[in-house]
């Protein structure tokens, strides 16, 4: 369980939903480790939040477990958009907690957003990558359909076809020295998804495919914590076990101050439960 | 009632299934593993054969599900009343009152199929 995620998913308000899918990593295995690894290193932090003066187990969160991967990616994706699609016909905030990147496609899948906004050092807009589509590297591809919008944060790499892609009207590239300046000023309700190798290799190695000039944590927690309450659902992903526990410990806390700046930021009447 | 009794690995897209006691077609099968030593779980998204709403299960794929059994019959169109036709079958010669489907256009004598389940039927 999610430290603090103790609610009962029937009455809560956001729900930790573990994917550990490791089927297309092209550099460090080793994603599927990634919830067990988030859900660990977030044993020591504190209940209570400074920024938002409220407690963590205060917000309802319950844990689903883990939905664990099948050898066919198509057919776990489409079994995982369900799963996330059900807890928010019930009103709770879906958590997802990669695994590979890919699972945020059935995140978006689910919940429908009008901007895909994702933390993340790849522009992942190759239409198929090695010979696959469902890769890693195609998941702002992926999200485009469904979004009509796709902005990308801290992104320092990609290829020329991507670069072009990433050049029409519906994509914003927000390079990594521009992120701590950035505003959400988009229209509409996001999907947030945060591929922790946005951040800096020095601050999260654990990860299967480092980028260096990346951001740095506290870049990363402004710019969660700005589209937080806009959001219809998260993710963070990317995570593997292939560090000191650096990786893990800051998409934990990511996610913790997702939940917390979500509900300060919510309006009365977003959640199901709202008397829960 | 004219049902069976199937495991969920069975089931497949465009195949029926009892879900709420409701008969239902499915639109999409998927299966995650729990775990090592689990049996693995299929999720099974499906639409109302007669109401159309969408409904879902998750169940492990050994679990025993309910199958309806959904004739598919033969009638004769006697009368169109708006957006209701009467129809007669064209083995028992009973007749009665069916919803038109929208986009479709019925004059009287025109042959057409119908489903049946206990008392509920559709015109495809």
Redesign the interface.
Known sequence: MFPGASADPASAEYVVVGAPLDASTTFQPGARFGPRRVRHFAESFDDYDQHTEQRFTDLAVADHGD????D?VA??L???R??LA?HADEGRVPLLVGGEHTVTVAGVRALDPDVFVCLDAHLDLRESYAGNPLSHATVAHHALDVADRAVILGARTGSEAEWERAGADDVTVVPPDEVADWDPDFDGDAYLSVDIDAADPGYAPGTGTMEPFGLDPATMHDAVRAVAPRAVGFDVVEVNDRDDGQAAVLAAKLLRAFVYAHAAGCIAGCGAHADG | MPRQQNEVRDLDEGSYVMIDDTPCEINSYSTAKPGKHGSAKARVEAEGVFDGKKRSLSQPVDAKVWVPIIDRKQGQVVSVTGDDAQVMDLETYDTFTMRIPEGEDLSPDDEIEYLEYEEQRKIV
């Open positions: 939905v664990g991967p099948t066919d057919e776990y489409t079994f995982l369900g799963t059900d």
